[in-house]
């Protein structure tokens, strides 16, 4: 599937494939919550990273999040880089070098109609705010951590993965 995103004030626009694109997770992460998730999660697609194209690339900021595990002392950065736009603040996608094929773009800034997920997994639980009360269905998977599954899995297991 091909998508198109953009920022809100529509500076920064970038298209590109993406085999994963049904909105399935949201991660309850404080930096999830605090960079990108009004609801108090974000939610993150799977794309390809060669064909991510960019308009307005002037306008792009990354933020690397500091990060400090418990009992470590101090914080260190984060690998993953968070590309916003700098004029009005819209998270628009992560990448990362440790899986540099990858890129995932944020479902709030994707601007072509998604599918409906048939299940959500929400993961971070362990980390949400305690305002958050999270809307979880029947079938939908929790996880106090990370899950096992991939967002590649998950896509598989369901017959989702977009090939054309």
């Known amino acids: ?3 198109q995103g953009s920022c809100h004030c529509g500076k920064v626009r970038f298209r590109l494939r993406s085999t994963h694109p049904v909105p399935y997770q949201r991660c309850y992460c404080s930096i999830c919550r605090k960079t990108q998730g009004g609801g108090g999660y974000a939610i993150n697609l799977g794309g390809d990273a060669a064909t991510l194209k960019v ?8 933020y690397q999040a500091r990060m400090k595990d ?3 002392a101090r914080a260190t950065r984060s690998p993953a880089r ?8 819209s998270a628009l996608w992560l990448w990362d070098p440790r899986w540099p094929d990858l890129v ?8 072509t109609p998604l599918p409906e997920p048939p299940e959500t997994t929400h993961i971070m639980l362990g980390s949400k705010a305690s305002w958050v009360t999270p809307a979880i269905g029947p079938g939908d998977r929790k996880h106090r951590d990370y899950p096992r599954e991939s967002i590649a899995d998950w ?3 369901l017959g989702l993965a977009d090939d054309d």
């Open 55 to 62: 308009t307005g690339r002037a306008h792009l900021r990354i």
């Open 82 to 89: 968070r590309h916003f736009c700098g004029a009005c603040g």
């Open 104 to 111: 995932h773009p944020f479902a709030s800034a994707i601007d």
């Open 155 to 157: 896509h598989e297991r």
């Open 70 to 72: 418990p009992g470590a």
């Open 1 to 3: 599937m091909h998508l």
